[in-house]
């Protein structure tokens, strides 16, 4: 495994171990919406969120599905990207993702913490159908190969999808979407070419 996504991975299990150890003070580093509104302690938005929500999980099965993700599609763009550029790349996402996350809980007048490294994932997951576009993929559940850029797409469609019609309700659907725009966009601007048009 990659240096990076080894990291990243041993974070985000040794934050959510320390944050079952003291939830309250944990408060204060997932993503919460920006306003005046202070109704639990420790709660409201600060910078420094726009990153630290990605390293905290709302329970196990959360933590292992987003570490699965990381390692499965992460490794492959490391190796793709660079070192550098991988962390660039993968904070890039986490950060649109936490950016259109803020937005829709604005328009939706939804006071509500968000947490999970989905964002980041989902934008691996723009990425690696990018650069390995024909990359065959066999899903967990159900077990159906397809290639990347299918799987993407397909994600991508149903994650819109949940989003708009309000579906699975405490999950950020938008910005898993956000995460992967955003990785969209900077692997535009760094002019780098995929193997075929996504």
Not at 138 to 164: D, H, K, N, Q, W
Request: glycine share 12%; hydrophobic share 55%; proline share 6%.
């Amino acid at each position: 495994m990659p240096p990076v996504t080894a990291a990243l991975i041993g974070f985000n299990i040794v934050a959510y171990l320390l944050s079952t150890l003291a939830p309250r003070a944990s408060m204060g580093f997932a993503l919460w919406p920006m306003g005046e509104w202070m109704l639990l302690p420790n709660a409201g938005f600060a910078p420094w969120q726009l990153v630290t929500y990605a390293f905290l999980h709302g329970s196990l099965m959360h933590l292992l599905f987003n570490m699965f993700g990381l390692y499965m599609f992460g490794s492959a763009i490391e190796q793709t990207l660079g070192t550098r550029r991988y962390v660039v790349y993968y904070f890039a996402c986490v950060v649109a993702a936490a950016i259109t996350q803020l937005i829709v809980l604005h328009l939706s007048g939804t006071f509500v913490p968000t947490v999970g490294a989905s964002g980041g994932v989902f934008g691996l997951v723009l990425g690696y159908a990018m650069f390995f576009p024909n990359q065959r993929i066999v899903l967990l559940i159900p077990p159906i190969p397809m290639s990347a850029r299918t799987f993407a797409i397909g994600y991508a469609a149903i994650e819109l999808a949940f989003g708009v019609f309000g579906s699975q309700q405490g999950v950020a659907h938008f910005a898993h979407l956000g995460g992967m725009a955003g990785g969209w966009l900077l692997l535009r601007h760094w002019g780098l070419r995929a193997r075929s048009r996504l």
